[in-house]
């Protein structure tokens, strides 16, 4: 594996700007370096993610090793002291948006792959450039996964290069109140759907979430708020809406989630309604995916094969994992959250890292992602499968 060449693929994809429904430049990018590197297969799905695969010298299992293309932008008003685009190395860092949040995983991927001894391996290796992750966790994963068919999954976000076997869940949970609209200088002629909305909240924010002993507690999050008419001219607002982010832990359903507010004692005279919010977003080819907000939580037991040969691969590879999980809410959600399919993630830097002002990525752990995903591989396809 070539160090040099790894760092400078991961420095064209972090100076390629590429947000959500944008990243047909890095794609393209990701396809060059595939072929350049002499992926058996290579193409451009419908959503515009990339894929490329590897074969074995034998048939046997699929891994697939999946990693975003799409980055969040840089926030308003935020105040960077390297280039947000720059892909500058300083003192073993490389800098910029995307360098942790996972330009560097993809990258690593690539070369992992790409650098496994194909005699030894029973199967095929297949690494996917996913788009569209940071607004619609596993929709163009899906995609691919309908193509490649795998029979285990890695996913590619930050976990400070230790095996991860679960992560919690997300919903985005809307909720509505609708009151009487009427002139401000009478508001007791209307109802101000704004007062209904704070019984509603003051409700929601006193609900008892669980715990689970991996992923942690769940979370119910206030994100936005917001009334209408909008502006609000001399008029009692007869809408009112709110948006929260549900962390979810495993075995939770979105019937679950929204009945434990629908049933809240507090509010059985307000009137309101709760639902999981639907997503529709548009990929840079022009397809459109959509979507229920509601993505589940995940776990696969530390005990499981795939876990316990991977846990080896990384250990041939001279690294010294932690079992742990994500926090967070990642493309998993549907590997392993709906599809069912034996999932892990591995993978450079820290959930801190991402979506920060000078986001970076050590050199050093960049390096030893890719042969720690190489040791994934040849452990999971080679003779060393712990079943």
Known sequence: MNKQSLIELTQRLVRQQSLSGEEGAVTQIVVEEMKSLGFDKVWVDENGSAVGVIEG????????????TDTVGIAPGSIWTRAPFGGEIIDGYLYGRGAADMKGALAAMIHAAASVDRSRLAGRVAVSASVLEEVYEGGALKTVMDAVHPDFVVIGEASNLNLVHGGRG??????????KPSHSSSPHLGVNAVHLMMKVIEAVEKIQLGEHPLLGPAILALTDIISEPYPG???????????YDRRLLPGETAEEVLGVIQSLPALKDVPFKVVIAQGEHRAYTGATLTCSKFFP??????RHPFVQTALKGLHNA????????YRFCTNAAYSMGQAGVPTIGFGPGTEADAHVVDERLSLEALERAAEGYRGIIQAVLGDEFLV
Not at 297 to 302: G, I, K, P, S
């Open 170 to 179: 997300r919903a985005e949970i809307h909720i509505e109140t609708i009151g």
């Open 233 to 243: 001219y001399s008029v009692i607002p007869s809408r009112c809406k709110v948006t």
């Open 297 to 302: 939580a995940w776990e696969l037991d530390a």
């Open 318 to 325: 001279g690294l010294s994992p932690q079992l742990s999980a």
């Open 57 to 68: 010298a034998k048939p046997g299992k699929t891994i697939l090793l999946d990693a975003h």
